[in-house]
């Protein structure tokens, strides 16, 4: 708490106040059960296995319990939520079942947030993502008291980009431009006069800084390419001489590793391996969580499964990323939540990997058994989510979920 006590980033010493309202929220037997026996339930001619590692991270508890201690310390004062507390729309609707109010992000270049309704007497609430130094200086002041959910490994990356800052390297950055982190992040690398960064969403986007690097095109071509996800008066010929490599924390992680080689390599290409070592440095800067996931369902995908299903929201990047490990090895079903999932016809609503909305799929799980299925979750999806779509797989090869003891 800063010393004028408006600025909150360890809650409230209500955790104990707020537990058993956040495990009627979220909790799931299904997924207790799971638990204990060795994350595998068999019912009927279905198996389900479940990732060791999946569901809530440290990073989004910690956000969801600072938003419910806050209700809890300011129950007759407005609260403002500077977008979604992590991306999962059932969380997000509780919170304004609770009196929260969501502020939509800006349609301009910034992105910034309307703080023209925000009073000194609110309480706004700065979610897991983080925001820009724009918005956050904004906030303080107007003298609202701020709670800072923002996650530690998020910070953790800001950390890396003020290095970068301070010693005069450009900032480049796997992650999606319009991510609330990856705007959250850009806006920490311009801390300094002179710092500048870059966003490549993937390693397409890599091998075009790879090529301009190694003077296979040219700044105009490098520009209509990624013009979009640059810091202002962004000169390729002068900002690119020297390069920090950071990443969103809920990328791919074996992407962001190579894609830090790849450019590493170009630079050795064009300038030798001295200069390299000098002008070139890379931090793995995915959080741990994400990667324990992300792991966890590779380790999964050594068994024979017949399918595997990934609930989490559509706009969930660390969850996109685990349905794209598993779409490599299996059939894959990304799905929102257990509503996609239509008992009755045997239909589900998935978003397919690298495509922007849902498809449906009949006879999903039609399959003569026994059929081996797995599960997993991102780190913005809850327990009771995870288990509601294990209910439904079941009730969909006619096993009653309410049965399974």
Not at 63 to 76: N, S
Not at 245 to 261: F, G, K, P, W, Y
Not at 311 to 338: F, K, Q, W
């Amino acid at each position: 708490m800063d010393g004028d006590g408006t600025y909150f980033r360890k809650g409230f010493g209500l955790k104990g106040h707020v537990r058993d309202e956040l495990e009627a929220d979220y909790s799931g037997r299904l997924v207790d059960l799971l638990r204990e026996r060795e994350f595998t339930l068999t019912a009927g001619d279905v198996t389900i296995r479940l990732a060791r590692e999946f569901g809530f991270c440290y990073g989004v508890e910690r956000a969801v319990d600072y938003a419910y201690q806050a209700r809890a310390k300011f129950p007759d004062r407005r609260i403002v939520l500077v977008g979604e507390i992590i991306h999962n729309p059932h969380v997000n609707r509780k919170l304004d079942a609770m009196g929260v109010r969501i502020l939509a992000r800006g349609t301009g270049t910034e992105g910034e947030f309307d703080f023209s309704d925000v009073r000194a007497d609110d309480v706004v609430i700065i979610p897991a993502f983080g925001v820009t130094m724009g918005d956050f200086e904004r906030l303080r002041a107007i003298g609202c008291v701020v709670v800072d959910t923002t996650c530690g490994s998020v910070l953790n990356v800001w950390k890396r980009v003020e290095r970068y800052a301070r010693e005069g390297f450009t900032s480049l950055i796997h992650g999606k431009h319009a991510h609330e982190e990856t705007r959250a992040t850009a806006s920490q690398a311009l801390q300094l006069p002179g710092a500048h960064y870059v966003v490549v969403r993937d390693m397409a986007e890599a091998r075009v800084v790879c090529s301009f690097i190694t003077g296979q095109c040219t700044s105009r071509e490098l520009l209509d390419a990624l013009g979009h996800a640059v810091s202002p008066g962004f000169d390729p010929a002068r900002h690119l001489a020297r390069v920090g490599v950071a990443n969103q924390t809920t990328m791919l992680a074996s992407e962001s590793l190579a894609i830090a080689a790849a450019v590493g390599d170009a630079i050795e290409q064009a300038h030798g391996a001295e200069y390299r070592a000098a002008n070139f440095l890379s931090f793995d800067t995915i959080c741990s969580a994400t990667q324990d996931r992300q792991d966890a369902v590779k380790e999964l995908l050594e068994e024979s499964l017949d399918v595997m299903v990934v609930v989490g929201g559509y706009n969930s990047s660390n969850t996109m990323s685990l349905a794209a490990i598993c779409a490599e090895r299996v059939p894959t079903y990304h799905i929102a939540d257990a509503d996609c999932v239509d008992v009755q016809r045997g239909v589900i609503r998935h978003k397919p990997v690298g495509e922007s909305g849902e498809t449906a799929t009949l006879h999903w799980l039609s399959a003569p058994g026994p059929l081996r299925v797995g599960v997993t979750a991102g780190a913005s999806t809850p327990n009771s989510k995870i288990a509601q779509t294990i209910a439904a797989i079941l009730a969909t090869r006619g096993i009653d979920p309410d049965a399974v003891a």
